[in-house]
């Protein structure tokens, strides 16, 4: 299996922020300087969120 075969398709943290980073912010111009750590936040609050169903890090189903 190589780096980009991933099981279900899931997507590495990193990739994860850069895909939420560059919906924050398309143009890619970060005026404030704090794209990454807003997406990254945002992954944390959708995380803290999430229920038990399709969350494969606590191995629920």
């Known amino acids: 299996m190589t780096d980009t075969d991933r099981p279900w398709g899931v997507l590495t943290d990193e990739e994860l922020v850069q895909r939420v980073a560059g919906i924050i912010d398309p143009a890619g ?10 997406a990254r936040n945002m992954i944390r609050l959708v995380k803290a969120n ?3 169903i399709g969350d494969m890090n606590r191995g629920c189903y």
């Open 50 to 52: 999430t229920t038990c």
């Open 29 to 38: 111009l970060d005026a404030l300087g704090d794209t990454e750590e807003r």
